[in-house]
């Protein structure tokens, strides 16, 4: 009985706001036609009460109305058994599937004290340890969850996704190396492990497009390029057929390497590079199409080409529309697909400013950035890399340091770094912004803090050579 109740609860991704419920459903039919008849092949109070609660996630209501119910359930199962730590567990997991896609900070941290209270009592359990992470990899709580981050690499040293999962608390807290050394153990565990039948490797995606990032924070800009390229000639090869709708770079191998040749070019800032060239067949998907024309526009702007620039602003644009229509032909109102939006309309606004910027208009670059900033605050935090490519207080804050207003441009860092610890381009603005605002003292330790994220980084990078002379001054 437990076998076919663990078949259907593998349908569902509630971190991810995912859900199969058809297949999960044809599983429990495989056990027996109705409830009644499943609950009566369990062979214990014990086996019927979990087997309940399946029966609850995959009913007839909504999916935002089952993870409800699902949620309700479970914590009657906990409640039932307060011995039993997997029913404590399987509690947390059903408090994170609440989300719907978008992280909710109060209903993350219920998750957290659930799952913390078996972890403190067996830090080598890989659940406790993964919705512990899972709860609190944001920059206002990833210090809770360091010490499970450390417990799951050492409890599951095989799994290529525990591998990966630590690198959520490191990448909320800036801690760059391990964020690299954790998915380079994830995407080796990967690639030692045979694919089960029917199942196809996949070398781009979720684990080395945190990898490229970490690369790009650490200042290992060839290591980066290598890794992107690898993606980029795969993507080529496969096209976007792999649910090229989606609004997650990782599900798709096309979509996945887009999004790291885009971080790239913000990280880097090689506007005139060949990589700024790139010209892949981006299809008709929003997502893709939608990260694709800001970052190529985004860096002709920057280099004065402004007829591409705007060429590609038209091209976001009309991806945008394109992107909102398909949401209303679903009649989905999501979290989720609002998140979405707000992120498109950010897009919108920060690549309209680096054309006026370029333009030399940078009055009314500022005031269409500080739109985005306001637009930005109001979204929910997202693990990971910036859900945003260039965040926009990081943007304005360069645009202010334009116009030499230090003050300004100091505070649009600071709170750039609150979302992104640590984070190279934000450190470096910080550090001048303090420069030009008369705070010798605090350009300098901005400086060492960024040298020392920097510290194995390509020697010949320009911004390291840069601030290791400052440092040195």
Same mark, same amino acid.
């Given at each position: 009985?437990?076998?076919?109740?663990?078949?259907?609860?593998?349908?569902?991704?509630?971190?991810?706001?995912?859900?199969?419920?058809d297949s999960a459903r044809a599983t429990l039919a495989r056990l027996g036609p109705t409830p009644?008849?499943?609950?009566?092949?369990?062979?214990?109070?014990?086996?019927?009460?979990?087997?309940?609660?399946?029966?609850?996630?995959y009913g007839t209501a909504t999916k935002a109305h089952r993870d409800t119910a699902y949620a309700?359930?479970?914590?009657?199962?906990?409640?039932?058994?307060?011995?039993?730590?997997?029913?404590?567990?399987?509690?947390?997991?059903?408090?994170?599937?609440?989300?719907?896609?978008?992280?909710?900070?109060?209903?993350?941290?219920?998750?957290?004290?659930?799952?913390?209270?078996?972890?403190?009592?067996?830090?080598?359990?890989?659940?406790?340890?993964?919705?512990?992470?899972?709860?609190?990899?944001?920059?206002?709580?990833?210090?809770?969850?360091?010490?499970?981050?450390?417990?799951?690499?050492?409890?599951?040293?095989?799994?290529?996704?525990?591998?990966?999962?630590?690198?959520?608390?490191?990448?909320?807290?800036?801690?760059?190396?391990?964020?690299?050394?954790?998915?380079?153990?994830?995407?080796?565990?990967?690639?030692?492990?045979?694919?089960?039948?029917?199942?196809?490797?996949?070398?781009?995606?979720?684990?080395?497009?945190?990898?490229?990032?970490?690369y790009l924070s650490q200042g290992r800009v060839a290591a980066a390029a290598s890794l992107l390229?690898?993606?980029?000639?795969?993507?080529?090869?496969?096209?976007?057929?792999?649910?090229?709708?989606?609004?997650?770079?990782?599900?798709?191998?096309?979509?996945?390497?887009?999004?790291?040749?885009?971080?790239?070019?913000?990280?880097?800032?090689?506007?005139?590079?060949?990589?700024?060239?790139?010209?892949?067949?981006? #299809?008709? /998907?929003?997502?893709?199409?939608?990260?694709?024309?800001? =970052?190529? %526009?985004? $860096? &002709?702007? *920057?280099?004065?080409?402004?007829?591409?620039?705007?060429?590609?602003?038209?091209?976001?644009?009309?991806?945008?529309?394109?992107?909102?229509?398909?949401?209303?032909?679903?009649?989905?109102?999501?979290?989720?697909?609002?998140?979405?939006?707000?992120?498109?309309?950010?897009?919108?606004?920060?690549?309209?400013?680096?054309?006026?910027?370029?333009?030399?208009?940078?009055?009314?670059?500022?005031?269409?950035?500080?739109?985005?900033?306001?637009?930005?605050?109001?979204?929910?935090?997202?693990?990971?890399?910036?859900?945003?490519?260039?965040?926009?207080?990081?943007?304005?804050?360069?645009?202010?340091?334009?116009?030499?207003?230090?003050?300004?441009?100091?505070?649009?860092?600071?709170?750039?770094?609150?979302?992104?610890?640590?984070?190279?381009?934000?450190?470096? #603005?910080? /550090?001048?912004?303090?420069?030009?605002?008369?705070?010798? =003292?605090? %350009?300098? $330790? &901005?400086? *060492?803090?960024?040298?020392?994220?920097?510290?194995?980084?390509?020697?010949?990078?320009?911004?390291?050579?840069?601030?290791?002379?400052?440092?040195?001054?």
């Amino acid at each position: 009985t437990m076998a076919w109740w663990g078949e259907a609860m593998a349908w569902n991704y509630g971190v991810w706001n995912t859900q199969f419920p058809d297949s999960a459903r044809a599983t429990l039919a495989r056990l027996g036609p109705t409830p009644a008849a499943r609950a009566s092949r369990a062979r214990t109070p014990r086996e019927r009460d979990y087997l309940q609660t399946v029966e609850v996630l995959y009913g007839t209501a909504t999916k935002a109305h089952r993870d409800t119910a699902y949620a309700t359930a479970a914590a009657r199962l906990s409640q039932k058994y307060p011995q039993d730590d997997e029913a404590k567990l399987f509690y947390a997991l059903a408090v994170l599937g609440l989300n719907q896609g978008v992280r909710d900070v109060p209903t993350y941290e219920r998750a957290l004290a659930i799952a913390m209270d078996v972890f403190r009592r067996h830090p080598d359990h890989p659940g406790a340890s993964h919705y512990v992470i899972h709860a609190s990899d944001d920059p206002a709580h990833a210090t809770v969850g360091l010490e499970a981050a450390r417990a799951l690499a050492k409890s599951s040293p095989a799994a290529e996704h525990a591998q990966h999962m630590t690198s959520h608390t490191f990448l909320a807290l800036g801690m760059w190396d391990d964020v690299v050394a954790a998915n380079e153990r994830a995407t080796h565990a990967d690639s030692a492990m045979p694919p089960m039948p029917g199942m196809r490797r996949y070398f781009c995606g979720h684990a080395n497009s945190w990898l490229d990032y970490g690369y790009l924070s650490q200042g290992r800009v060839a290591a980066a390029a290598s890794l992107l390229q690898q993606c980029q000639a795969i993507a080529a090869r496969v096209g976007d057929r792999t649910r090229a709708e989606d609004t997650d770079p990782d599900n798709s191998l096309f979509f996945s390497a887009v999004a790291m040749w885009s971080r790239y070019l913000f990280d880097t800032e090689q506007w005139s590079s060949t990589q700024a060239q790139w010209e892949p067949a981006v #299809g008709s /998907a929003p997502g893709p199409r939608r990260t694709y024309s800001f =970052a190529r %526009a985004f $860096a &002709a702007a *920057r280099r004065g080409d402004l007829a591409v620039a705007r060429a590609g602003l038209t091209a976001l644009q009309t991806a945008n529309r394109d992107a909102k229509a398909r949401v209303a032909d679903a009649h989905d109102g999501s979290p989720e697909t609002v998140e979405d939006e707000k992120r498109a309309n950010i897009l919108d606004l920060e690549l309209q400013a680096a054309i006026q910027s370029a333009e030399g208009k940078h009055d009314e670059a500022i005031g269409l950035l500080r739109q985005a900033t306001v637009i930005e605050d109001g979204m929910a935090y997202a693990f990971g890399p910036p859900n945003v490519d260039k965040p926009s207080h990081e943007l304005l804050g360069e645009e202010l340091l334009v116009l030499k207003r230090g003050s300004e441009a100091r505070t649009e860092f600071e709170w750039a770094l609150k979302r992104t610890p640590r984070r190279p381009l934000a450190l470096r #603005g910080l /550090a001048l912004s303090n420069e030009a605002a008369g705070r010798p =003292a605090e %350009a300098t $330790a &901005a400086w *060492r803090e960024l040298v020392d994220v920097w510290h194995t980084a390509d020697a010949t990078l320009p911004g390291v050579v840069d601030a290791r002379r400052r440092v040195a001054r």
